[in-house]
Nanobody
Framework: QVQLVESGGGLVQAGGSLRLSCAAS????????MGWYRQAPGKQRELVAA???????NYADSVKGRFTISRDNAKNTVYLQMNSLKPEDTAVYYC???????????????WGQGTQVTVSS
């Protein structure tokens, strides 16, 4: 069984910073793309940032220049450094990973349980 566990959320004032972490554990052969999504109350879940196993990244326009995604493949961990936070960044942040459990298996999407980020004005 594969688990993704997020940490690092919390309450921060506007302009502040937070760093989210997501560690994948279990029966893992490899992880392809990993990403961070968020869902604010009453809104659909949206992609915040993603990173391939080779390190290529892409970001939502709303976070470009403020957020940085990175990963440690040896630790099966992905990070999201969030700077210059705004109240509109308030949401539950979810980690996602495309996991392959054996060399012949298909990739399967796994999700973390989510971590709350609240930015006060």
């Amino acid at each position: 069984q594969v688990q993704l566990v997020e940490s690092g959320g919390g309450l921060v004032q506007a302009g502040g910073s937070l760093r989210l972490s997501c560690a994948a554990s279990g029966s893992i052969f490899s992880i392809n793309a990993m990403g961070w999504y968020r869902q604010a109350p009453g809104k659909q879940r949206e992609l915040v940032a993603a990173i391939t196993s080779g390190g290529s990244t892409n970001y939502a326009d709303s976070v470009k220049g403020r957020f940085t995604i990175s990963r440690d493949n040896a630790k099966n961990t992905v990070y999201l450094q969030m700077n210059s936070l705004k109240p509109e960044d308030t949401a539950v942040y979810y980690c996602n990973g495309g996991v392959v459990v054996t060399p012949l298996a298909d990739e399967y999407d796994y999700w973390g349980q989510g971590t709350q980020v609240t930015v006060s004005s």
